[in-house]
């Protein structure tokens, strides 16, 4: 499974789009990316998922860019409900095992 | 709403005792179900694949004999946390993936389970 790389924490503010890069060097043909968010004593909660290009839905949006070597995903106008930890996983499409790596803790302040 | 339903969401015992944890798929079958462990401040670790039917596949490091996993039906898996001990205290999360569709469809989690052996 591919290795992915986020930082450890981004600070924001409220009203504030928030942009969450997510480096994966070594995708495979057949990986997707997935992004998750945790909250605090509670689990994971799906977000996003692609493969190419940009996919967008109610809560967020997911750049891809043509190498696939990385994936942004992007939060608009955040409140402080966006308070969590975001989770960047790349996974192959047969395959249901997820591996999480660090993530990204995201603080949005008033 | 919650399409994986976990329970207890929080045990406290002694150490010593063992602890079953359920995860439930509501309204889909789940011959798969994942089971994994976090700790304060860190990621998830993923401990075992639940395969209904069959033994669970287990990751390098997890003990098979310390925490038992039964999948007896295709809505329903266990884990127990056997002769738990302070060092067993954690949050425990399970997993299923809703089938239908694309392959690598999203999973749904539990809410996870609050352990505290003391």
């Known amino acids: 499974l591919a290795k992915t790389t986020q930082p450890i924490s981004m600070d924001s503010y409220e009203g504030q789009e928030v942009n969450i890069t997510c480096s994966h060097n070594n995708i495979a043909t057949n990986d997707y990316i997935t992004w998750y968010q945790q909250f605090p004593s509670q689990g994971p909660r799906f977000i996003i998922q692609?493969?190419?290009t940009k996919v967008t839905n109610e809560v967020a949006s997911l750049f891809i860019p043509a190498d696939r070597k990385s994936s942004t995903l992007s939060l608009p106008r955040v409140s402080l409900s966006d308070t969590a930890v975001y989770y960047c996983?790349?996974?192959?499409?047969?395959?249901?095992?997820?591996?999480f790596g660090t993530g990204t803790r995201l603080q949005v302040f008033p | 709403g919650a399409v994986v339903s976990q329970h207890p969401s929080w045990v406290i015992c002694k150490s010593g005792t063992s602890v079953k944890i359920e995860c439930r798929s509501l309204d889909f079958q789940a011959t798969t179900m994942f089971w994994y462990r976090q700790f304060p401040k860190q990621s998830l670790m993923l401990m075992a694949t639940?395969?209904?039917?069959?033994?669970?596949?287990?990751e390098q490091g997890v003990e098979k004999d310390k925490f038992l996993i039964n999948h007896a039906s295709l809505t329903l898996s266990t884990l127990t946390v056997t002769s738990a001990h302070p060092e067993d205290s954690s949050f425990y999360i399970c997993?299923?993936?809703?089938?239908?569709?694309?392959?690598?469809?999203?999973?749904?989690f539990g809410d996870g389970t609050r352990l505290s052996i003391l």
């Open positions: 692609g493969y190419k």
């Open positions: 997993s299923a993936p809703i089938r239908g569709g694309n392959s690598n469809q999203p999973q749904h």
């Open positions: 996983l790349v996974a192959p499409s047969n395959t249901d095992k997820l591996i």
């Open positions: 639940s395969n209904e039917g069959s033994k669970a596949t287990y």
